[in-house]
Structures are given as C-alpha cells and as structure tokens.
C-alpha cells in the first residue's frame, strides 16, 4: 500500500508544483500592453487599445442593424456628412459643403475631390449615387430607405458631375442632414453583387478584413471573432492637421471583444486595455486608483436615451365580450396618472441604480440634445401624499378597509408591472416603483419577462398593464416618429391607431408632420418643444431618470474628446512619449 | 462487433430526429424571434424588420422549415446564422478548435489529478490526508465556476502573473512557434484550474467510494490470502474494477464538450462554443441554437458508443457475442 501512496502523492504534488511555478518562470511573458503601461520610460508606440462587449455580426455597412458592428467599421468608412458630438449639429466629411434650392426640395452636395478608396481609386459622385441606389434596392434590407422615403416617395439620388450629387426630395425634408450620414461604400468593388443581387450576402464577418474597401483613416487588418479586430491607419487618408501633417496619428487601433463587463473592467486595471466606459458601481473605485494608475476619470455627459413607465390605453385591449375592463379607465384618468408621477422616487432611483451617478428626467428626449431638449418643464416632485391626494380626487379610496384602494365601481386597484428581466437597473427601478405605488394602496404585481417575450407583449398580444422600458435616443428627434405618431408601431401606450384616438394624439402627429419639414431651426426646435409639453401633461410615458455617463482615460492618451453622441474628431488622438 | 456497431448505429437516426425535431418545435414555440430585439429600436423601421424576415425565410410554417433544414443539414449544410449572417459551419468552425482545447485540457487536468488522489486517500480512509483533501474538494465543488474565475483573475490582476481572459496575446502573430505555444499555455492556466476543480471533487469521491467499496469483495480476500503482494493486489484488482465506472463517465463528458465551458468561457473571454451557443439561444439565432443541439447529441451518442466499446477492453465479462445474442 505505502509505495503506491508515495508515488501517487508525489505526482499530486509534482502537479501542483508546476501549477505554481509555472507564472514565476515567466512573469515578463505577460501582454506588453501591461508593462508599457506601468514603465513609462519605454517609448510608447502610436497605438490604442479599447474594449467592446459583443462581436460585430456584419462588415457591410448599409446591412448593420446592431452598435457593436457600426464601431467595428466607424474608422473604416464614412458618409457625405457627420455629427459634431460636442455641438449636435452636422459637418462636412466626404461633402465640402451643400446649399438647398429656393424651397427646400433640392439639396446639392459637392464632394471632396481629394478623397481616394483605401484601393487607390478616386473617390466620385457615382459611388454616392450607387450607395443611395443601394439603400433603395428592395433587396436589400435596411432602415435608412424607410427614413429617407418621404411621404411615400424615395427621395432621388442625382450626378450632377465627377464630384457634385443632387438629392430631390419631394418636399421640403428637414431630417435629411441627419439622415444621410450613412457610409458612402465603392461601386468598383460591390456594383457587380448588386447586380446579381448577393449584395446582402457580402462582406460579412467571414469576409478577409483587407477586402474591405472604404476612404476612412483606418483600415481593418485582423479579425479574430470574439478575441479582438485591429487597425491599422490609412496612409493616404485625406485629412490633414493645421501643420500638414497626415492624420490620423495613431499608428494601430485594437478592439478586444471581451463579452462581461466585470472582465472588461480587470483588463483596463491591469493596463490592457487604454479607455473604459465605467459602469456607476465602478466609478467611486476608479477614482480612488486614477492617481495610482495614472489615469483620468471624465463625465462625460447624460444618458442620450429615455427611461420611462407607461401605462396601456389600448381601447382594443380591454373591450372583450362587450365589456369595458376599468383598467382602461384608470390608465387614462389624469388623477390617476398625476399621481403615479408623483409617486416616482427619482432620488431613489438615482442612488441605488446608478450609485448617485444620475439624474432626473423630465423631457423625453435628453438634456444631452441641446437643440431639441425642452429645459422649460418643471419635474413633479416626489410626493406619496400629494399623490394620495390624487387619487382621493379621482375617487380612488379604500373602500372596505382591506388596505387596497378601489374606484369608485368598487374594483381595487390591481395591475401588472412588466420590464425584461435580466437588466438590474430596471429591476431594481421596478422594485422601488412597487413599493412607492404599494404604500399608496396599489395592488402592483410585478412580471419580468425575458425581452424577446416582453417585445412580443408589446407587438402582439398586448397583454400587459404597466411597463418599464427604455428606447435609445438619437439626435434627429424625426427618428423617433415611430413612437411619437399614433399610427407608429412603437407607440407603446396604443400602437397602430388607424387614426388618432385622442386630441393631443392628433396634435402630436401634426406636429411631427410640421417638425419634418420645417427647415428653420428654430422653429423646428419649437415644434418639438411642444410635443414633450403635450407627452409632459398627458403622461403616456411618466419619466423616471437618466445616468450620468463616465470614461476613464490613460494619462498618455491626448485628445481623446468625448461625448455622449461619440468622439470629437477622433482621428487626432494620440499617445504622448 | 460489425452488426452491433451497425445496430447501435442506425438507433442514433430515430433518436437524433427526435431530438432535432423537438429542438426545433421548442425554439420556434418560444415568443419572439431574432429580430424582436430590433423592434424595440424606434430607428429601426418595421417594414425592415418584415423584409429581414422574408429574407431568412420567417413565412414558412413550421413543419416546412424543420424539413429545409434537415434536408439542407443531410447535405451538411448547417444554414445560415440570422445574427452573423454567415455559415453556422463557420462560426462554429472558428471557435470550435479553441473549446476543444480548453475541454481536453481541463478534462485531463481533472483526471491526471482526481484518480490518483481518489486512490490515495481510499487506501488510507478518515486519514488526516483524507479529511483535508476531501474538505478542499468539496470546498472546490461548492464554489460557483463563474466565481472562482473571477478571484483568479483578480488575483491574477494583482500578481500579473497570468493574463486576464482572452486565448491569445495581442502580439501572437509576431510570436515564435514555441512562443505561440507557451503563450497559449499561459491563457489556458486559469481556465483549466476553474473548470478541473469543479470536476475534481465528484470524481475523487467515486474513486475513493469505488476503492473502499472493492476492499470487502470476496476476490481480495482470495487474493490476500493467497499471499499476492500489496502492490499487485491494488494495482491488478482493486484499480482495474474500480475504474469501470469511469469509461462511462468519460462518454459523457464527450457530450458535455461543447456546454460545459459557456459561463467560463464568458468571464474569461475564450473564444470558444460556449458564448456562442449562450448568445444564439437568447438571441433565438434558430439556425446556430440547432447545429449545437445536433452536435452536441451527436457527440453524447458517440461518446456513449464510444465509451461502451472501451468497457468491453477494461471489463471481460462483456462480450459482443453475448450482446448480440442477446437481442
């Protein structure tokens, strides 16, 4: 018996052994990435390392549908104009400048004449033409040709020269600058798939990165699926610094794919990775470290989207057998809906979803769009008894002592609470709006539902009482007609309506109308002030908060500008010897 | 053999279209489908999303989809994933060489480590040795996977000795062919530790369990009496029934090849099936979610034969005659 014990506890501990010794052996063998990080000494090469949680699922720019693949191919490509993220508003990129006719319908862009494909062919008014051409084929899927049809009719993509492109509309179309952003793509290199419709088929993730041909600073050189995509700069880009030098400055670009947030915070830490988008709980941590590891910690800017609660008020819902359920009743009853705004406890919210890194919201569209936010409506401040208050005045009262208030039918106050499961801050949110609601005599039953099940609710069965959802926002407030116009799809509280159910319904759909073809600014603004006045009184969607969004930077990173809406003009960073 | 591996073989056919079939019925019964997460982004149209639908062949009914897809994956061809819009072979393809790796790997770390200490501790039971290790065992066990692989790679962060997640360094490419090796060594140490403890404590446990249980037996008995030393009586008797269990075992650990590694796989950021097969059933990426199931059984099926035919070597009183005899 003994030989054997020995031979085999010596094996266990010869295992062992080398289990520990084997990172002594090598501790310089770990990613330089870490050690040019804590010697500062070395010199530092022109290459930036940042990380993103999910896998780009296709290379072909007019097929993205999803953000991880729009920031795998932001650098490689680029469009007739882009948004200025510190301003909101849009600039010249592939276009030199444009100028609208007389009344609005004909707008001329004149192209860059210095702009060469990462191939070396010239850059012309044909590959503009063919990548709208492209966005209109109907076999091609994509979002932007539903945007850009107007009143029922495709806007017309014209050549006017080599290096000038007339767009007609018919009629006047404001969102059109904020819309036509979409990357410009090579008629040399996919004319011939969309002739012989494959176009949808190509340059997907399979496709070797060098076959794809764009005029950005950046060209993909590698991509390892779920491991990392790396760039490399476009020698011959176009854009030129005060002092003529070639932009961009960064040598190389890596993008980790790292699918947690807990890891994607361990590798910024350890040095692997240069940037981080630091979710609430780990801003206070980061802080403490940022003189340690020298780095920075900058806010930069409010959550771009809305988080919000709204209630069903879909007639068809309710009406069965002849019927009318008194929830619909309840949903669409001011006392009832003021009351629920004023037992929203934002504070709360703020502190126990966001570690205090929030703030309320008011407006449905963000702070963060300068020109379109409203900053003049006033919150509803939080108050269980001036929501008690409320509901006393709409007749809601516990009627037979048991604790549960009930209309004046006498049916207590029962109701769903739906969000998708899986998000903590909207759980979290759900819990605090279901114990608020709860103290004022609400009977809330609360119902997380796996997304894919949640969206099917909302579009199909529309089956549900209350909901806690969020959309995320975009600067061009047209984009969000879907949700704003009664006969939008996403108009949650009572989609699809054949035609406004109600007055300020049909006022906000003409407002929307107005807003897409007011072209002065400032009037335009003022249209979509009025819409969130009216969603401000009317409450379909009752505000809750928005996060306040960090970045930590390494100190040797220069001129990494960041926004909410994205980096300001990206291709000057750079990293300091 | 030859009629037995016939039979057992053509057993798999009924068993795998079932096992499809219901696949497929369950993933298509679920609410949603792949583009109910686009419908809730207002810059997404619905007249998009109905033309993406038409495109991945959403019209058909059920029945109809479930027969393309068979007959397309007859012809191995596994379809086309909705989320990536490539071949399912290749996604899969890609990663399918790293997960392999990171399950042999564990798998041997786990046994090379549980069988030997599974014995040493059977042969000297309620030992000092005995109570330690099985207390490290089963603290190893209890300890959640996802877990233990973060207090690695924070301690990992604290050290540098071992890279955080990923199955490469950047710099790979550039690396020398022993380098590359090393370097993939590197990235597998962490991982291979999560996943071989968790294994470790069940298996030392059968082993040691086994191994006490063979002690009574009669045949030891004869054998001690008649004078055969220690040394052969462990090794030729004990060991050799005690391992039976085992060969079954590890036909199944063949099946588990593919799953097994998902929530490891995710914290540690391996390129690998897990995440993968992970994202595409929450995603309802029906075409990806089918070819794991296929593979999946597939390779549990095989395992399981494989495994069957391995005790006819370890055990002698299974006999393929009998067994064809027999049905």
């Known amino acids: 018996m003994k030989p054997a014990a020995r031979i085999v506890g010596l094996l266990a501990a010869l295992a062992l052994l080398a289990g520990c010794q084997q990172p002594q052996s090598e501790p310089a063998a770990t990613t330089p990435a870490s050690t040019a990080a804590l010697t500062p000494a070395a010199k530092r090469e022109q290459r930036l390392t940042t990380g993103t949680i999910s896998d780009p699922k296709t290379f072909n720019p007019i097929m993205v549908t999803d953000s991880a693949s729009g920031v795998a191919l932001g650098d490689i490509f680029e469009g007739l104009v882009r948004l200025n993220p510190k301003t909101t508003e ?31 062919r010239p850059f012309t008014a044909r590959d503009v033409v063919f990548t709208f051409k492209t966005i209109f084929d109907e076999r091609v899927p994509n979002s932007t040709k539903h945007v850009l049809t107007i009143d029922g009719k495709p806007l017309k993509v014209e050549q006017v020269d080599d290096h000038t492109v007339r767009f007609v509309l018919p009629q006047p179309f404001a969102p059109l600058l904020n819309s036509i952003g979409s990357e410009i793509i090579p008629e040399h ?61 960064l040598e190389e670009q890596t993008l980790l794919i790292v699918p947690n947030q807990d890891t994607l915070y361990l590798k910024f830490l350890a040095g692997q990775t240069d940037i981080h988008y630091p979710r609430p709980e780990e801003i206070g941590d980061l802080q403490a470290k940022s003189q340690q590891l020298a780095f920075a910690v900058n806010e930069i800017g409010i959550d771009t989207g809305t988080l919000f609660v709204t209630f069903n008020r879909n007639p068809r819902h309710y009406e069965a057998g002849g019927k009318r359920n008194p929830r619909l009743h309840w949903f669409t009853d001011q006392h009832f809906l003021q009351a629920i705004a004023h037992a929203i406890d934002k504070k709360s919210m703020i502190l126990n979803c966001f570690n205090g890194y929030g703030v309320p919201a008011v407006a449905d569209i963000s702070p963060e769009n300068k020109l379109f936010h409203n900053p003049n409506l006033k919150d509803r401040e939080y108050s269980l008894d001036q929501a008690r208050r409320l509901l006393a005045e709409g007749g809601y009262t516990d009627r037979n002592g048991d604790g549960v208030i009930e209309d004046r039918e006498g049916t207590p106050l029962e109701f769903s609470l739906y969000t998708n499961s899986g998000n903590q801050v909207r759980e979290k949110m759900c819990s605090i709006l279901k114990e608020d609601w709860t103290k004022l005599g609400m009977k809330v039953n609360y119902r997380p539902l796996e997304f894919t099940a949640l969206v099917e609710t909302l579009e199909h069965t529309l089956d549900w009482d209350a909901i806690l959802i969020g959309f995320t926002g975009g600067v061009e407030p047209h984009n969000g007609a879907n949700l704003l116009r009664s006969s939008g799809n996403l108009h949650l509280w009572n989609p699809n309506q054949p035609k406004p159910g109600t007055e300020w319904e049909r006022t906000i759909d003409e407002l929307v109308e107005r807003g897409a073809r007011e072209l002065d600014v400032e009037k335009r603004r003022q249209l979509y002030w009025q819409i969130e006045e009216i969603l401000h009184r009317e409450l379909p969607m009752i505000q809750t908060v928005r996060e306040r969004r960090f970045n930590a930077v390494r100190n040797y990173v220069q001129n990494y500008d960041q926004h909410v809406w994205g980096l300001y003009r990206p291709e000057r960073i750079s990293i300091a010897q | 053999m030859g009629a037995y591996l016939a039979r057992r073989l053509a057993h798999m056919v009924p068993l795998l279209l079932g096992i499809t079939f219901l696949s497929f019925l369950v993933i298509s019964l679920a609410p949603g489908d792949f583009f109910s997460t686009l419908k809730m982004n207002p810059s997404i149209r619905p ?87 099985s207390f490290l065992a089963f603290f190893g066990m209890s300890l959640p996977n996802f877990f233990l692989a973060f207090l690695l790679m924070f301690a990992a962060l604290q050290t540098g000795w071992f890279p955080i997640g990923g199955s490469t360094s950047l710099d790979y490419d550039n690396l020398s062919a022993g380098g590359k090796l090393l370097d993939r060594l590197n990235h597998l140490v962490l991982p291979v530790i999560v996943l071989g403890t968790s294994g470790m404590a069940s298996l030392m446990r ?21 004078g055969l030393p220690e040394r052969v009586v462990v090794l030729k008797h004990i060991l050799r029934n005690a391992l039976n269990p085992f060969v079954t075992l590890a036909g199944y650990e063949l099946g588990n090849l593919l799953g097994g590694a998902a929530l490891v796989e995710a914290v540690m950021n391996l390129q690998g099936l897990g995440t993968l097969m992970l994202d595409a ?47």
């Open chain 1, 90 to 120: 849009v600039e010249p990129l592939l276009a030199e400048r444009w100028e609208y006719n007389g009344d609005g319908t004909v707008c001329t862009f004149h192209l860059r004449r210095d702009v060469r494909w990462h191939d070396g």
């Open chain 2, 47 to 133: 007249e998009t999303i109905a033309e993406l639908q038409r495109q991945f062949g959403y019209g058909d009914p059920l029945l109809v989809r479930y027969v393309k897809w068979l007959w397309r994956a007859l012809h191995l061809d596994l379809g086309i994933s909705v989320a990536y819009r490539v071949n399912v072979a290749d996604l899969i393809g890609a990663r399918v060489l790293n997960t392999v790796i990171l399950a042999v790997t564990s798998m041997t770390f786990t046994w090379s480590l549980a069988i030997p200490i599974g014995i040493m501790v059977a042969l000297r039971p309620e030992s000092l040795t005995d109570r330690v290790l």
């Open chain 2, 281 to 327: 059933v929450r995603s309802i990426d029906t075409y990806l979610v089918m070819a794991s199931v296929l593979i999946g059984s597939l390779l549990l099926l095989l395992g399981n034969l494989a495994a069957d035919l391995a005790l006819t070597l370890v055990d002698p009183r299974i006999d393929f005659r009998r067994l064809e005899a027999g049905r």
């Open chain 1, 189 to 249: 290199i996919l004319g011939e798939a969309l002739a012989k419709s494959t176009f949808a088929q190509q340059w997907g993730i399979d496709t070797p990165p060098e076959k794809l041909v764009g005029t950005g600073p950046y060209r993909m050189t590698q991509y390892v699926a779920a491991q990392y995509i790396r760039f490399r700069r476009n020698p011959d880009y176009w854009k030129r610094d005060e002092q003529g030098q070639v932009l961009p400055y």
């Open chain 2, 206 to 226: 059968l082993m040691r369990a086994n191994i006490l249980e063979m002690q009574r037996a009669d045949f030891l008995l004869t054998a001690r009496a008649k």
